[in-house]
């Protein structure tokens, strides 16, 4: 178990991140960690969550807040008598480990191995992600360890720049003050360490800059002038430039002006606003640092370089140097002997004095770069190889590198800062295209931003769409959006004829540019049915290890033709581009046989069936369902298969209405195919979902038709399962006769096929029914019979439902003692058995049963601690349960407060998971429980429950 604070909070289990969304959760938790290893008061708690307004069910509420820690992973959370205690026992806390390393780091310092201590300074740094508990709620114990943290780390940050000091490392000290310095622009102490690091790196300049920006800021925050220290650094530097300015003035003149080599700016530039400050920050705080540009192909590499190319030329007054290196076309690539030919002969030097070799022109091309201010742009680069002979030697130059490759290796040897630029947002798409087509977005405004949103909000896209209606300025969007639907986003992407106007040939740069595993990967992965997608997956696909598969998406990832998930940013699954993922799938179906898409695609879907890690199973949603609608289409067997083994975790997670969308598509893709097993499956599979949704009628109809099916096969024990399920529905509508019938008959049918285990959870179904109609001995002794049978064989689950179904019919008949002793025994073995939803309901049902006995403060503890358990188990359904049975405890407390906020709380679980039947009977309580205050609202409510029970078609008995 790992816990974050230096930064957002955040708590990880088995490399995994738990979710954390609720804000009070999230704020006891940081509570919690502050003081780690020590008991907070539950009083301090109080005071911290809710200051002087806690809740009146406070005790309740901190109670579920708890028990909700505890049931994501949080076992060392422990009650002790000076209060809550958090355990660090086999975990760890980012804050403990950021002060353990900076005290070692300290202690090399002193001992003088500064080598050893930048590194575990370093070390101790890189464990910030943000401001300390950046997105806790506010609280005051979180204010106070928040600037105490904050403190800390400029703190150890400072002692970390002098340890690089004393190692002569200034530019690398000067770079990295700078983000901080953003954060704190206020602490002196921070500008006197970046004044002197940019004067001793050679840029005093920089330097001066610097101390002008504290001044400024410090005048216009605080209103004071900069300290001592600050109007030192800046005296020496003066008085050393002035002694150096004529000499620079001498050389400058001799060398001349560079001829302009920018491209034009394009025309309506739109957004990249955040991007643009970046790269502006970068150049005033850190001279020296390679700027690469990177991002997919059409994103708009050069057109943001020029742009900020142009806006920048008054800043460095020697010049600005433009090339294309080609590095996406490797036939055409520029060489660094011939870029830099140019280079040396762009900056001055005599055609008779240029040198032939590489390494000569190198040397020449630096010291005719030094002392002068130049821009150098090199775009589209295509490695690290073919950008290194080109970056500038001196500080005064800023390098500006564009490139689909991320150009990693640079960091190897430079100081890099890499600018991703993403798609547009959506507002700025809709703007390059109005800009473009001018009056037209105005009168078709929901079609421009469906053509922005078509484009993939991609700026190549857009500006060949843009330019497309401007050539035609008679065409609607809406015509147009026609025409790009009927021929294809990327067929009808592109400007006349000409193929290097279109999408899809700057895609194919980026694809032919790929080692050929590679691209057989980039294939595969457009073939991925929904959305998102990790290295297992593509292992499935490719038939090969999850480590190999890494290696493929590093190289896609790389090449900026994979990006990660924006839904899920810290984890390794990676998207494809909408117009990108176009591009897959048609290299696909033009390279890759049918028989080998076909085959790709059943490995991925069988690697789904392996699933078993709930976590996993989440992310890989979307996708299962995705695959479960190819699969169906296809008419490949997985289209049954994986909803069959989807059945249980999606019923667990109440993802009630996708479960029901699968075994719909199961049930008619195996009828389809003539799978009668498996249609009679996903019709029993789909009766159970829509009985949870209360969609009785619809449900009554999936098991008939599972019966019908079960007939034709001669299956007796399906028969008898499916008429058990019949029968379950119609004592739901209250037509308990009818139950009768069917639970007897499928009885019978069981009892033949030997089905033991299904006798005995029909005879418990049975015995419900018969107490439903009064005949309660009737009902004991088929609950007796189902006990026998479930003790026979060891089924837990069973034995522990029909005692407690035995202890509901002694409450009936006033036994009130006994059905709590049944109940006891049912809540054993729920724990035995590890069931956690069991073990709430058998809670319950002793909280119920305890206040049937008068005895109103331990049936309140017992609902509370079903309520915490079927939060931590997840069960919403249970949660909506015993939240309406507290509710009817306080009513009956006279606490009506609390009653009409669990009363509210139930309406609102119930509805949200589709428990009609629950809702009803919510509104049914609630209208009761006004009615006897005399509240005029009542009768909404009772007329709300009998609507409900109305539509559902259960017969209940009068008021």
């Known amino acids: 178990m790992d816990f974050r604070i230096l930064g957002t909070l955040e708590l990880w289990n088995g490399g995994s991140p738990v979710p954390l969304t609720a804000p009070k959760q999230r704020a006891l938790l940081a509570i919690l960690l502050i003081k780690a290893g020590r008991p907070v008061p539950v009083e301090r708690l109080v005071d911290e969550l809710w200051g002087a307004t806690p809740p009146r069910s406070v005790e309740s509420t901190l109670h579920s807040l708890i028990s909700r820690l505890r049931g994501r992973g949080v076992a060392t959370l422990v009650r002790e008598p000076g209060g809550y205690r958090l355990g660090l026992e086999g975990a760890t806390l980012d804050a403990r480990v950021f002060e353990w390393l900076a005290v070692q780091a300290r202690e090399l310092a002193e001992a003088g191995r500064l080598e050893h201590a930048a590194r575990r300074f370093r070390e101790a740094l890189d464990l910030w992600r943000a401001p300390a508990l950046a997105d ?50 206020l602490r002196e102490s921070l500008w006197a360490r970046m004044i002197a690091a940019l004067d001793r790196s050679g840029q005093p300049r920089e330097a001066l800059a610097a101390y002008g920006e504290a001044r400024r800021v410090l005048a216009e925050e605080l209103g004071l002038d900069p300290g001592s220290e600050l109007r030192r650094l800046q005296a020496g530097i003066l008085r050393r430039e002035n002694k150096r300015e004529n000499k620079r003035e001498d050389g400058r003149a001799a060398r001349g002006p560079i001829s302009p080599q920018l491209p034009p700016d394009l025309a309506q530039f739109t957004g990249r606003g955040t991007a643009l400050r970046e790269l502006t920050a970068l150049m005033r705080t850190a001279p020296g640092t390679v700027a690469v540009v990177s991002g997919m192909p059409g994103v708009g590499k050069s057109a943001f370089a020029v742009h900020w190319a142009h806006r920048m030329a008054k800043r460095f007054p020697d010049g600005q140097i433009f090339i294309d290196l080609r590095g996406h076309r490797p ?37 005719l770069l030094a002392g002068r201010r130049v821009l150098v742009v090199l775009d589209n680069a295509a490695d690290p190889e073919q950008v290194e002979p080109l970056l500038p030697g001196t500080d005064g130059c800023l390098a500006l590198v564009t490139s689909r490759n991320r150009l990693s290796g640079l960091a190897l040897r430079h100081v890099t800062r890499t600018i991703d630029l993403d798609i547009l947002a959506e507002p700025e798409a809709v703007a390059l295209l109005a800009a473009v087509i001018g009056p037209r977005a105005d009168a078709e405004p929901a079609a421009v931003a469906e053509l922005a949103d078509q484009c993939g909000q991609l700026p190549l896209a857009l500006r060949i769409a843009a330019a497309h209606l401007a050539g035609h300025p008679n065409r609607r969007v809406a015509t147009y959006l026609a025409d790009l639907t009927e021929r294809g986003r990327l067929n009808a992407l592109r400007l006349g004829d000409v193929p290097a106007t279109a999408v899809r040939a700057t895609f194919d740069l980026s694809y032919q540019a790929l080692a050929e595993a590679d691209q057989i990967a980039f294939r595969r992965l457009g073939l991925v049915p929904g959305s998102g997608f990790t290295a297992q997956a593509l292992a499935a696909m490719l038939d090969v290890s999850a480590a190999q598969a890494r290696t493929h998406l590093d190289a896609l990832r790389a090449a900026s033709l994979i990006h990660p998930h924006r839904s899920r940013p810290r984890q390794e699954r990676y998207q494809l581009h909408d117009l990108l993922l176009d591009y897959a799938r048609d290299r696909a179906q033009a390279e890759d046989a049918p028989p080998i898409r076909e085959e790709s695609v059943r490995r991925l879907l069988e690697w789904y069936l392996t699933i078993d890690d709930p976590l996993v199973l989440q992310d890989e949603h979307e996708n299962m369902m995705a695959g479960t609608r190819h699969a169906a289409e296809h008419r490949m067997d997985a289209a049954w298969r994986l909803p069959a083994a989807l059945a249980q975790p999606l019923r667990l997670r109440h993802c009630l209405t996708d479960t029901a969308e699968l075994h719909t598509l199961a049930a008619t893709a195996a009828e389809r195919t003539g799978r009668q097993p498996e249609a009679a499956v996903a019709h029993h599979n789909l009766g159970a979902v829509l009985e949870h949704l209360g969609r009785y009628p619809e449900a009554l109809a999936e098991h008939r038709r599972t019966l019908e099916i079960y007939r034709q096969l001669k299956d007796q024990r399906g028969m008898g399962t499916a008429l058990r399920s019949i029968g379950t529905v119609s004592w739901l509508l209250g037509r308990y006769g009818e139950a009768l019938t069917d639970l007897q008959e499928a009885r019978r049918l069981l009892e033949g096929a030997g089905a033991d285990a299904a006798v005995g959870q029909t005879l418990n179904m049975l015995g419900i029914v018969l107490r439903n109609l009064g005949r309660l001995e009737e009902a004991v002794t088929h609950y007796e019979r189902a006990l ?15 005692l407690n179904n035995l202890g509901v019919a002694r409450e009936a008949q006033d036994r009130h003692a006994e059905a709590l002793e049944l109940y006891r025994k049912a809540l054993a073995l729920r724990r035995a058995a590890g069931s956690r939803k069991g073990e709430a309901r058998a809670l319950n049902n002793i909280g119920l049963a305890e206040a049937k006995l008068g005895r109103l403060e331990p049936a309140r503890e017992h609902l509370l601690a079903a309520l915490a358990s079927h939060r931590e188990s997840g069960d919403l359904k249970g949660e909506g349960q015993v939240t309406n049975d507290l509710a009817g405890l306080y009513h009956r407390l006279g606490r009506e407060e609390e009653a009409r906020t669990h009363f509210a709380a139930a309406l609102r679980i119930r509805s949200g998971i589709g428990d009609r039947r629950g809702l009803a009977e919510t509104h049914r309580d609630l209208g009761e429980a006004l009615a006897d205050q005399g509240d005029a609202t009542a009768h909404h409510h009772l007329a709300a429950a009998d609507q409900l029970f109305q539509e559902l078609g259960v017969i209940t008995p009068g008021r």
Do not use: C, W
């Open 788 to 802: 026998a049978i479930h003790q026979r064989t060891h089924d837990l689950e069973g034995e522990a439902n029909t």
């Open 331 to 367: 036939q055409e690539a520029i060489t660094p002997r011939k870029a830099l030919d140019r280079f040396v002969r762009a900056l001055g030097m005599p055609p008779e004095q240029v040198p032939a070799g590489e390494d000569e022109l190198a040397t020449a091309y630096r010291t």
């Open 136 to 185: 806790a709620p506010e609280s005051p114990m979180i204010e106070a360890e928040r600037a105490r943290l904050d403190g800390l780390r400029l703190a150890v940050f400072e002692e970390y720049a002098d340890t690089l000091a004393g190692l002569g490392r200034h530019a690398q000290v000067a770079g990295e003050l700078r983000a901080l310095l953003a954060e704190h622009p």
